[in-house]
C-alpha cells in the first residue's frame, strides 16, 4: 500500500474486554515498531519485529499486551483484559531495513483506545 | 535506563520569530531522528543525524548533532503559521528509538 495503514481509527472497549488492533505496514518493510502515545507526550516504545521475529518487547507495560506478525507483514497488537490506563494512541511505524540510513520510521494515522 | 529529555514544552512564538527546541540524552546515540506531529496527526519524519558534530538544513530548519551524540537541536527561522506542530527528537538505541516529550509549537499570526 502507499503508507502504514492502522484498524480501528477509534475502540471503545469496556473494562476487562479484550481488543486487537491491526497494522498493515508499507509492503516489503522489514522493521515494525508500536508505540504507545498519551496524550500531551511523545511516542512510547512497546515493540519491535524484524520480519516476523520480535526481537524487542522490552516496552510492554504487562503481560496482558501481546504482539505478533506471523508472516512478516501485518502485525496485530492484542491487549487483554483492558485496563482504564490502556487508553491512549496506539501507533505503529514501519521501516525499509534494520538499520542505516534506511531506518526512516514511516507511521501510521494509530489507533485511539478508550477504555470505560 | 535510556531517556531522552526534551525542552521546552511549549512555545508560543509570533510569526516571523525564531525557535529553537532541545534535546538531550543520557547515554551516547548512534543517530537521531526528527519528526513533526500535527494537531491530531501522526509524526512525520523530517531527518535523521548520524555524525558528531552533524548539521543539516532544510529551508528555514537547521538541525544539529552534538560532538558527543548526546544532544541535537531543531532551529526554525523566521517561523510561519504552517509551522505549528509538537516536534519530537528520537534517539536510536539498540533495537528501538527512545522519543522525546515534544515541543508544542504555537505561531500567532
Known amino acids: 500500500g502507499a503508507g502504514v495503514s492502522q484498524s480501528p481509527r477509534y475502540k471503545v472497549a469496556k473494562r476487562g474486554q479484550d481488543v486487537a488492533l491491526r497494522c498493515d505496514p508499507i509492503s516489503g518493510h522489514v522493521s515494525l515498531f508500536w508505540y504507545q502515545q498519551a496524550l500531551g507526550q511523545g511516542p512510547e516504545f512497546l515493540t519491535y519485529f524484524q520480519n516476523e521475529a520480535q526481537l524487542d518487547k522490552s516496552g510492554l507495560p504487562s503481560d496482558r499486551f501481546f504482539a505478533e506478525r506471523p508472516e512478516g507483514s501485518v502485525s496485530t497488537l492484542k491487549i487483554q483484559r483492558t485496563q482504564q490506563e490502556d487508553s491512549a494512541v496506539y501507533l505503529c511505524a514501519s521501516s525499509e531495513t534494520a538499520g542505516g540510513m534506511r531506518n526512516i520510521q514511516y507511521f501510521g494515522a494509530g489507533t485511539r483506545l478508550s477504555v470505560l | 535506563g535510556q531517556q531522552v529529555m526534551q525542552i521546552p514544552q511549549y512555545q508560543h512564538v509570533q510569526e516571523g520569530e525564531d525557535f529553537t527546541t532541545y534535546c538531550n540524552s543520557s547515554?551516547?546515540?548512534?543517530?537521531i531522528q526528527w519528526y513533526k506531529q500535527r494537531p491530531g496527526g501522526h509524526p512525520v519524519f523530517l531527518i535523521q543525524?548520524?555524525?558528531?558534530?552533524e548539521v543539516k538544513k532544510q529551508k528555514r530548519l537547521t538541525f544539529q548533532f552534538g560532538e558527543a551524540k548526546k544532544n541535537s537541536s531543531l532551529h526554525i527561522t523566521a517561523t510561519q503559521t504552517t509551522d505549528v506542530g509538537t516536534y519530537f527528537c528520537a534517539g536510536r538505541g539498540f533495537n528501538k528509538f527512545y522519543f522525546g516529550s515534544g515541543t508544542k509549537l504555537n505561531v500567532k499570526p
Open positions: 543525524l548520524v555524525k558528531s558534530g
Open positions: 547515554t551516547t546515540l548512534s543517530n
